[in-house]
């Protein structure tokens, strides 16, 4: 016995609004023709009104799942699949977005550098601050304590050094207010790190000696520490001890592990501490020495990205002081190509003290190989 379309109305699940039905009933029709069928004789097959069949297909009528499931059982097609309704797409919570472009920001500083990226994420971290309403929320003091760490170091890769000291000094504020220990270890290895870029070793010493001494501190933070106490030994001009801890700090990678560990310190491994060194002896003015180390570190690094160019820019800082220079042309090379692809300042004003040295010191036809390589605008 036919149903009515009321009936049908009464009794099925009909799709809803937000589907757009048109698909549907282009595709029926394009059946209905194939087949050489009437309406009657698709009705009659479907136990349907064919009124009601006949408003699905001209527009007026939603069809129903349940139509649509037994046209295909008729017919073998896959009609149903017209009314399915598209995924929502859901708006993104305010700390999704925030999340999503801080690991956006972050993976376009490792392909890219960070240059281009470090005022919107001070932006982000700005308007982040000033929507905390109160200190209460300590799971949200934390988020933005990362966001101004993250901020902080993009800043410190784009060459903005007040700013990210700024940054960094925000923080490890914010952790501390948020009960977030290991945020306010990761602040403070950056502020040590920073200050051993700028040459203030005093300041890098004191950080480095808390996170080395303090017996809550995970082993790979401590690890840090040391490497962090290496560098700002080195730069007082202190061989002996700096060599020592960047020793330690190389043999300790292994047993340092543990399930302590921050999340943050998962970049620590041996091209970092290897990279160190070379870097330690470079302040200590042992070029030569440096260079096998630099040069392993190149080896470890991803190419092409971030840590590329910084690495490249290193050995050719020590290439040049020894004299290196067939060994300096293919590094020039090499970074020519990948400044087509990074922009980081900090490497770039690196970079400019390494040609002043080619240019004064080097053969003519390197000056002019790297003229040609490099173009820093």
């Not at 999340?263 to 060194?277: L, S, T």
Request: hydrophobic content about 40%.
């Amino acid at each position: 016995m036919l149903l009515t379309c009321v009936d049908r109305l009464l009794t099925e699940t009909v799709i809803s609004t937000g589907v757009d039905v048109s698909d549907f009933s282009e595709a029926a029709k394009a059946e209905i023709k194939a087949r050489g069928l009437s309406l009657r004789a698709v009705a009659k097959a479907a136990h349907y009104d064919v009124s009601f069949i006949s408003r699905v297909l001209s527009g007026k009528q939603k069809p129903s799942i349940d139509l649509a499931k037994t046209l295909d059982r008729l017919w073998g097609t896959q009609l149903v699949d017209k009314l399915r309704e598209p995924a929502r797409i859901e708006q993104p919570s305010p700390n999704d977005y925030v999340r999503n472009a801080v690991a956006h920001f972050l993976e376009h500083d490792n392909r890219h550098g960070g240059d281009h990226v470090a005022s919107a994420a001070k932006q982000v971290w700005k308007a982040e601050q000033k929507k905390l309403s109160s200190y209460e929320d300590k799971k949200r003091l934390s988020d933005v304590a990362e966001i101004a760490e993250v901020a902080g170091w993009l800043l410190f890769d784009a060459n903005r050094q007040e700013e990210a000291r700024q940054a960094f000094i925000e923080s490890r504020h914010l952790a501390q207010l948020a009960g977030d220990k290991p945020m306010q270890w990761f602040a403070l290895d950056m502020l040590a790190m920073q200050d051993v870029q700028s040459g203030n070793p005093g300041e890098a010493l004191r950080i480095s000696e808390e996170l080395m001494t303090n017996p809550r501190v995970p082993g790979r933070v401590a690890l840090l520490g040391r490497v962090r106490h290496a560098r700002a030994l080195a730069l007082t001009g202190d061989r002996t001890r700096a060599l020592d801890a960047v020793e330690r700090a190389q043999g300790a990678l292994q047993d340092s592990i543990s399930n302590r560990d921050p999340q943050w310190a998962w970049w620590v491994d041996e091209m970092e501490v290897i990279g160190h060194r070379g870097e330690a002896l470079i302040s200590l003015g042992d070029y030569k020495g440096a260079l096998p180390h630099l040069q392993r570190a190149n080896e470890l690094v991803k190419p092409n990205g971030r840590g590329a160019l910084y690495y490249s820019v290193a050995e050719l800082t020590a290439l040049a002081q020894v004299g290196a220079w067939r060994e300096s042309e293919t590094t020039l090379s090499r970074i020519g190509v990948i400044l087509e692809s990074v922009a980081s300042s900090r490497s770039r004003a690196r970079l400019k003290g390494a040609l002043r040295v080619i240019e004064r010191d080097a053969p003519d036809w390197l000056k002019e190989h790297a003229r040609e390589a490099v173009s820093l605008g």
